[in-house]
């Protein structure tokens, strides 16, 4: 079983930043990714990297959202700059193995107008 510690988030003002980071307990870095969702909404991709250090970005975040990991510390970041009202909301991890996938317990992101 893979557990997932994630940290950062908070509020913040439109056009302002934050920076959410997850560690893995886990031997063996693979692909992870954060998701979030706003209240009413099903859950969203916003960005993912594996292990080899390929990101992906869902369209609404590019330009804005940087993903990064550091794979000794099996930890990612998700840098979240020029934040809009409409990025609010539960920011997950998710970690993906062979075995499956693993989530965190979420933490919330709140941008003001």
């Known amino acids: 079983q893979v557990q997932l510690v994630e940290s950062g988030g908070g509020s913040v003002q439109a056009g302002g930043s934050l920076s959410l980071s997850c560690a893995a307990s886990t031997d063996t870095m693979w692909l992870m990714a954060w998701y979030r969702q706003a209240p009413g909404k099903e859950r969203e991709f916003v960005s993912g990297?594996?292990?080899?250090?390929?990101?992906t970005y869902a369209d609404s975040v590019k330009g804005r959202f940087t993903i990064s990991a550091d794979n000794a510390k099996k930890t990612s970041y998700l840098q979240m700059n020029s934040l809009k009202p409409e990025d609010t909301g539960m920011y997950y991890c998710?970690?993906?193995?062979?075995?499956?996938?693993?989530w965190g317990q979420g933490t919330q992101v709140t941008v003001s107008s």
């Open positions: 998710k970690y993906k193995n062979p075995s499956g996938d693993y």
């Open positions: 990297i594996t292990n080899a250090g390929v990101a």
